[in-house]
C-alpha cells in the first residue's frame, strides 16, 4: 500500500499551522500556569487574614480579662460588638477561603488541560514535520532515479546509433 505524500509546500503549510497551534497552546498554557499563582496568592492573602482575624480574637480575649477587666461593666456591650464583629469578618474569610481554595483547584485543573493540549499540539507538530521531511525526501528521491533514468538513456543512445 503506497501512502500519497502532500507535496514539500503543502507539508511546509502544513507545519507552519501545526507550529502556530504550538504556539497558541503555549500560550494558553502560560496563561494557565499564571492563573494558577494568582488564585495561590489569593489563598495564600486570605489565610493570613484569617490568621490575623484570629490574633485579633485571641487578643481581645486576652484583653478582657487584663487590661479591660477593670472598665468591662462600662464597655462590655462594646467589647461584645467588637467580638461578635471579628467573628463575623473570620466565618466570612473562612467561606471566602473555601471558594478561594475552589477556583485554585480549578485554574490548576484548566492548567493541566493547557499541559495536555500543548503536549498533543507538540506530537502533532513533530508528526507534520516528519511527514514534511518524508515529502522532501520524497521528491528528492524522484529526482534522483529521473537523472539515473536519463543518463541511462544517454548511455544507450549512442550504443543505438553506433549500428
Not at 34 to 53: F, G, P, S, W
Not at 105 to 127: F, V, Y
Request: hydrophobic residues 40%; aromatic residues 2%.
Amino acid at each position: 500500500m503506497t501512502v500519497k505524500l502532500p507535496t514539500p509546500s503543502e507539508a511546509g503549510q502544513m507545519l507552519r499551522l501545526r507550529t502556530l497551534r504550538v504556539q497558541r497552546a503555549r500560550e494558553a498554557c502560560a496563561k494557565a500556569k499564571l492563573e494558577v499563582e494568582k488564585a495561590r496568592a489569593t489563598v495564600k492573602e486570605r489565610q493570613r487574614a484569617i490568621e490575623r482575624c484570629q490574633r485579633e480574637i485571641t487578643e481581645l480575649a486576652d484583653a478582657i480579662v487584663t487590661t479591660l477587666a477593670p472598665a468591662l461593666p462600662r464597655w462590655s456591650g462594646m467589647v461584645s460588638a467588637t467580638r461578635e464583629r471579628l467573628a463575623d469578618r473570620l466565618e466570612r474569610d473562612e467561606y471566602a477561603l473555601i471558594d478561594d481554595e475552589h477556583e485554585l483547584e480549578q485554574a490548576q485543573e484548566r492548567a493541566q488541560q493547557a499541559g495536555a493540549e500543548l503536549t498533543r499540539a507538540l506530537a502533532r507538530e513533530d508528526a507534520v514535520r516528519g511527514l514534511a521531511q518524508q515529502a522532501r525526501k520524497a521528491v528528492l528521491h524522484a529526482r534522483e532515479q529521473r537523472v539515473e533514468l536519463e543518463i541511462e538513456d544517454q548511455g544507450r543512445r549512442p550504443a543505438a546509433q553506433a549500428r
